[in-house]
């Protein structure tokens, strides 16, 4: 504990609430867009928020403080994208039955230390396509919504891109904070009041079908370990720390099988915003920026406390603001996808086919395009190489 006490320091607790500001900016609505797709009301949509709140929380302070290097930990917006993307047909205890199963696959991989080789099977460049496709038609949304809100539409995307221009980390944060002061201007909106209440949570019994499990919990599962795990792992090394990767993967998968019947959708490592908790800026000293990965764990522990108000804030926001913010929050999850999907000259013919496959929205069976666009993909990027191979 005196230990501790020595390392605290304002900046680095700072940078841990901007990291969690950036995780939570922009992704927060989409929360909301796909917990109501599969038939969540308010309470249910609270209690997502808890769980999510509670498990990446409680895994950011103690993975944190036992390794002593900043773990920053997220939800997936790739996850969540899936989830809407693919998420029509399924009921809510479906979806937690698939949140459950992935959570558990993630956990046992990673304890047993095979999940690299697992994810290493399938091409990148197939994973990235499959990704872009499902977020494709996020950012055609957003210009879509041009049609019936220019004004507001052209304000919020001027916002981003000068964000984007002068400061590009903290330019989400800026587009939502422009957004909020946008909407009394361009939309029929009336700021919400403040109740401050404690979530509470609401259990699901979780429903097992092999649909769900195969459109679902795994395209899910190959979601947040290409989009998040891998990267997040990368960062943490390119800071010079080495990650104690089995059970970084095992007790956040493991938080995510026991808070998915709560709503819990995805415990991950983050990727981007973890950058922001392991820099200098964050301590010169590079043995104390842990401090920041357990600063990171208290804000969303506290958000998941008041969840309701969090829940009730959000939901008083029009449907084109949630939008526009969730379309503008992926274009560069769209565009880094497409570069990766498409940077390998042999592997092109097969990853836009998984793109296109995937940006469909087909069902067959009831599974969803994401699994049986990177199915297609696979089989063809195996076709090519066998060709060339005989």
């Known amino acids: 504990m005196q230990k501790f006490l020595q390392d605290v320091s304002l900046p680095a607790a700072f940078a841990g609430f901007i990291t969690f500001l950036v995780g ?90 095979i999940f690299e080789k697992v994810l290493h099977a399938i091409p990148q460049s197939l994973t990235s396509a499959m990704l872009a496709g499902v977020l494709l038609k996020f950012g055609i949304g957003l210009f879509a919504s041009l049609q019936h809100e220019l ?6 995307l001027a916002a981003y891109i000068i964000a984007k221009r002068l400061s590009p980390r903290y330019s989400i944060v800026v587009t939502v904070i422009a957004g909020v002061a946008l909407c009394p201007i361009f939309l029929d909106f009336n700021p919400p009041s403040l109740h401050w209440s404690l979530a509470h949570p609401v259990w699901v019994s979780p429903e097992f079908s092999w649909t769900a499990i195969l459109g679902l919990a795994l395209p899910l599962f190959v979601i ?27 007790w956040t998968g493991t938080a995510q099988t026991l808070l998915a019947p709560f709503g ?64 503008i929050a992926l ?34 069976l009831g599974i969803g395009s994401a699994f049986w666009g990177l199915l297609f993909g696979l089989i063809v990027h195996l076709f090519f190489k066998w060709r060339k191979t005989y």
């Open 24 to 113: 939570i900016s922009v992704s927060s609505v989409l929360v909301i867009q796909a917990a109501q797709l599969l038939g969540a009301n308010t309470a249910e949509i609270t209690s997502w928020f808890w769980a999510l709140g509670i498990g990446i929380g409680l895994c950011g302070l103690i993975l944190s403080w036992k390794f002593k290097y900043p773990v920053a930990t997220s939800w997936s917006t790739a996850g969540l994208a899936l989830i809407l993307a693919t998420g029509t047909g399924y009921s809510l205890p479906e979806a937690l039955g698939a949140f459950l199963v992935c959570g558990l696959v993630t956990a046992v991989l990673g304890f047993l230390g």
């Open 151 to 156: 004004g507001f539409i052209l304000c919020l």
């Open 224 to 250: 947040n370990m290409a989009s998040q795990y891998l990267p997040g792992l990368a960062m943490i090394k390119s800071y010079g720390y080495t990650p104690h990767v089995n059970q970084l993967i095992g």
């Open 264 to 327: 819990c959708f995805a415990v991950n490592i983050a990727a981007i915003s973890a950058a922001i908790s392991l820099d200098d800026q964050a301590h010169p000293d590079s043995k104390k920026r842990y401090i920041a990965g357990m600063s990171c764990g208290f804000f969303y522990i506290l958000m998941g406390l008041f969840a309701a108000t969090l829940t009730s804030i959000l939901l008083a926001f029009p449907a084109v603001f949630i939008t526009a913010l969730a379309g």
């Open 331 to 364: 274009l560069g999850t769209i565009g880094h996808n497409i570069t990766l999907a498409f940077s390998h000259m042999d592997e092109r013919e097969a990853a836009l086919l998984t793109f296109l496959f995937s940006a469909s929205g087909v069902q067959f």
